[in-house]
């Protein structure tokens, strides 16, 4: 079975600095995948290395069909929601808008009330707040808001740079127990790229550990949980 | 008293030009970062079109709307050809890049129409509006068609999906693109708008200043200091800082002893270093706050 996303010798370069030197995983339908590393160690460079937000060589490839060469924006009409480090929020416009802009390269425009009332039920905030202009959203209803936004492309592959960053400790537990079932009910695949391994590797069901630009570890999420080794030296827990 | 409402309303009938501009001028801001000198260039080289397709014995209204549409495309095509490619450029370089469209179409503008001012007809006439002497009927028009331009525009970036899309992508850019939305087009967009709401205000004004290349000059500027009042963030603002350096230019030159029409244009100016100085973000526009 190919994978539905396959990276194999992913270079990135901010400048003449090179942040990723030649990382390669692959990530199958329907999985969630965590990426896990320390500061620094290229995992937001990843992400956006495969939507094309940074200059990268090597070879990304989404159910065969290289990523390479498009533009970021063409690259989400695979259906490839990115939901980037600090949110992407558009402060400026309405709880509802920016549901709406999810979806703003689909067609159907029946479905995407519907969608949009999908996401009010699994967000009820969301709905309290629909008139409400985005920017004056807590972190964690922003992270919702984000998530929410991104699955109303519909994705079959969804992008989460950290989403647990800021958010008090239960409102993470909430966002990744809805981060399990979008991925179990609406069988959308999930690459998330996670500082806090613990909660990562209890979502995750394949991880890969990145340092300095490489991947130095990978397995099943649940092997390198119990590996005390891997444990103490990568992740710091 | 009679005097006061009567230069209230010219005010307001200059100041519905104002606004077009100011609003032109707050859409390429918006979307590029940088204020666009020509901008009245490019709406009296529009306004000439129009003339000149008058001349060849088309109709007013269908001149109105090829010069609309004439506009639409040289703005996007003006866009693409001279500052798509200047988008990471520094802020000199797309200042200049902005004088040299202002010479060239100032200079083509000369060479083709030449420098002797015209007469441009107005479709409204010049009769008392309503039989009152407040006002004439193409002041009112002025009003009238600048009002129905900002409600279409309302609507359109209010309700419709290319209005919301044009809005994400001058707001958060990189959000923009992640939710698919070709940036770089809408700007494109932008520009098209811009440049046709500008060739309105120069087609409007055009039969108070009359027609030659440097018609726009001052309109311009007056547009400057009304984006400027209003907050160069804020279109809104850009709309409601038109109408009101329109009434208080002429409330100025009028009451102020010495001010007179010479000396108008230099309120417009003060007025400019009078907001930078006390309220820079103007008074609709957001304050930016960089992380550097």
């Known amino acids: 079975m190919t994978p539905l996303l396959n990276v194999k ?10 942040a990723l030197h030649g990382l390669s995983f ?7 995948v965590t990426l896990l590393g320390a500061n620094g160690a290229g995992k937001t460079t990843t992400l956006r290395a495969i939507c094309n937000m940074v200059r990268s060589t090597g070879g990304v490839e989404f159910e065969g069909k290289p990523l390479n060469n498009r533009s970021t924006e063409s690259i989400v009409r695979f259906g490839i929601a990115h939901v980037p480090q600090g949110r992407g929020t558009f402060t400026n416009m309405t709880v509802e808008e920016n549901l709406q802009l999810g979806a703003i390269t689909r067609k159907d425009r029946a ?25 004056t959203l807590s972190g964690g209803e922003q992270q919702m808001l984000a998530v929410a936004r991104a699955l109303m492309l519909r994705p079959r592959l969804m992008l989460l740079d950290e989403p647990s960053f800021g958010l008090a400790p239960l409102v993470v537990r909430d966002l990744f127990g809805i981060l399990g079932k979008i991925n179990r009910e609406d069988k959308v695949s999930i690459l998330v790229v996670e500082q806090n ?9 394949q991880a890969y550990v990145i340092e300095t630009g490489r991947i130095v570890m990978s397995g099943k999420a649940k092997d390198i949980a119990n590996n005390e080794e891997i444990r103490k030296s990568y992740l710091g827990y | 008293m009679e005097l006061f409402t009567n230069q209230v309303l010219a005010g307001i009938a200059t100041g519905a030009i104002y606004a077009c501009m100011a609003l032109a001028v ?19 080289f529009s306004t000439f079109i129009s003339w000149q397709l008058m001349q060849w014995g088309v109709s007013y209204w269908a001149a109105f709307l090829i010069t609309l549409a004439f506009s639409f495309v040289a703005g996007i095509a003006i866009e693409r050809i001279l500052f798509k490619p200047l988008v990471k450029a520094p802020v000199l370089t797309n200042v200049a890049g902005f004088i040299a469209l202002f010479a060239i179409i100032n200079s083509s503008a000369g060479l083709i129409w030449d420098f002797t001012i015209k007469q441009y007809p107005t479709p409204f006439g010049s009769a008392p509006f309503l039989g009152s002497q407040l006002i004439s009927t193409h002041q009112a028009g002025m ?28 707001s958060v850019p990189e959000s923009a693109r992640l939710v698919g939305i070709n940036t770089s087009w809408m700007i494109a967009l932008g520009w098209g708008m811009a440049t046709a709401i500008g060739s ?3 087609m409007l004004i055009a039969p108070v200043v009359f027609l030659e290349p440097n018609m726009m000059g001052g309109v311009l500027i007056y547009g400057f200091a009304a984006a400027v009042l209003g907050g160069l963030s804020s279109p809104f603002g850009a709309v409601v800082g038109g109408f009101l350096v329109g009434v208080f230019e002429n409330l100025a030159g009028t009451y102020i002893p010495g001010v007179g029409n010479e000396l108008k244009l230099p309120i417009a100016l003060a007025l400019i270093i009078s907001v930078l100085v006390v309220k820079p973000a103007g008074l609709f526009g957001r304050h930016i706050v960089k992380r550097v």
Do not use: C, W
Request: aromatic content about 10%; proline content about 1%; hydrophobic content about 50%.
């Open chain 2, 143 to 170: 009003i009238g068609v600048t009002v129905a331009l900002l409600l279409a525009l309302y609507f359109f970036f209010q309700y419709t999906r290319i209005g919301l899309a044009m809005r994400a992508a001058a």
């Open chain 1, 197 to 205: 391994a613990q909660l990562a590797l209890e979502l995750a069901d």
């Open chain 1, 26 to 32: 692959s990530l199958n339908e329907g999985s969630l």
């Open chain 1, 9 to 18: 010798d992913l270079r990135a370069y901010y400048g003449q600095v090179q």
């Open chain 1, 111 to 135: 479905g995407i009330v519907s969608d949009i009332e999908r996401m009010y039920a699994h967000f009820p905030v969301l709905k309290q707040r629909h008139t409400q202009q985005a920017g």
């Open chain 2, 200 to 202: 309105i205000a120069g």
């Open chain 2, 26 to 44: 707050v859409m390429i801001y918006q979307a590029i970062d940088h204020l666009n000198f020509a901008q009245g260039e490019m709406a009296m």
